[in-house]
């Protein structure tokens, strides 16, 4: 009879981290750029700076993705987070102008299963290919006692690069300038403590909600965009004097971080309109606008900060490139 070992019995799992690491290293490697130096074999990963630039400024974030994780887990839709994680961390990089090289990942569960944490991991690697991203390391830990068995957090680290005269620097913004904002396809992920507690009162994650013309989970697990070549497309033709990624502490919260103390923001809240989900979370909760506001994006993933003479023809440009856009406000003294 084989016997457990202590370590088994106190909850560790030792032949399924094995399992779970073999079922990824195939899949891992297709995010490797050219800049990876793989095979060294030691307890880093090694990443070679692109030699194109002359003045490289490394751009570092490091993210979560909230309570949306309790959504997944409900769900047993596991496939998405991943995704979720790499696109909010490469969205926090760009709006400095600053392009991904490499992401690493931590993943911590109360008691691992392989197909779960492959699943987490295959997104990442989706959202490390679609934004040129290598995903070169990461730490899987099973801590049991420490999360319930079903349980588990995810973190991600990003490191990217941008040439230093090339910095968006928040200093560049003027009075008079012009917000231009980016939808976002719902939550993304942020509010989700808030928008559990309205909408699980009432609804299942199972439950068709006609207005959302989805599933709840469906809506709630939709992907974090990333808008990294909206970004750079832009960037490429027009001076953009500041952007901001609309994340916890919605549109005002975050793009006061990117306009000097002296100015203000005017947003004109009636120049777009909110996908359904914030108004059916709204109207579930009785939550006034105020707090709405302050929680969620509302519809808006990325704002654009750039001169007045600009503003028209980086909008025209946008939607003949399929990307809806709203000019939202403006900066005043």
Not at 157 to 166: A, D, H, L, Q
Not at 206 to 230: C, F, M, Q, R
């Amino acid at each position: 009879m084989k016997l457990k070992s202590t370590y088994s019995l106190a909850g560790v799992n030792i032949s399924e981290g094995d399992r779970f690491v073999d079922s990824i290293k195939e899949s891992v490697k297709t995010t490797f750029t050219k800049n990876v130096i793989s095979g060294i074999g030691n307890f880093g990963a090694f990443f070679q700076i692109p030699k194109s630039l002359k003045n490289p400024v490394f751009v570092a974030s490091t993210d979560g993705v909230g309570t949306k994780l309790k959504i997944a887990i409900s769900a047993k839709k596991h496939d998405t987070v991943g995704e979720d994680l790499v696109n909010h961390s490469v969205n926090d990089i760009a709006v400095c102008g600053a392009v991904p090289l490499f992401f690493l990942d931590y993943m911590a569960f109360g008691k691992l299963s392989s197909k779960t944490a492959h699943d987490i991991v295959s997104g990442m690697v989706r959202g490390c290919k679609r934004n040129g991203c290598s995903l070169i390391g990461g730490e899987t830990a099973e801590m049991p006692g420490m999360y319930a068995s079903n349980d588990y957090d995810v973190a991600g680290t990003i490191i990217g690069v941008v040439e230093r005269s090339k910095i968006i620097d928040k200093k560049n913004v003027r009075s008079g300038d012009v917000l231009i904002g980016l939808p976002s396809n719902g939550l993304h992920t942020n509010g989700y403590s808030l928008a559990r507690k309205v909408l699980l009162k009432k609804n299942k994650l199972t439950d068709y909600i006609p207005e959302l013309k989805s599933t709840l989970a469906g809506e709630l697990l939709k992907v974090h965009k990333s808008y990294l070549n909206i970004i750079k497309s832009v960037t490429s033709c027009y001076k953009v004097h500041s952007i901001s990624h609309i994340t916890g502490g919605g549109i005002l919260g975050n793009t006061k971080r990117v306009v000097p103390k002296n100015l203000k923001i005017q947003i004109d809240w009636n120049s777009w309109k909110p996908n359904p989900i914030f108004g059916l979370i709204q109207k579930t909760g009785k939550i006034s606008d105020n707090e709405m506001c302050k929680v969620f994006n509302m519809g808006i993933g990325l704002v654009m900060i750039v001169r007045k003479q600009d503003a028209f023809e980086i909008s025209g440009q946008l939607k003949k490139q399929n990307h809806k856009n709203y000019i939202i406000g403006k900066i005043t003294e």
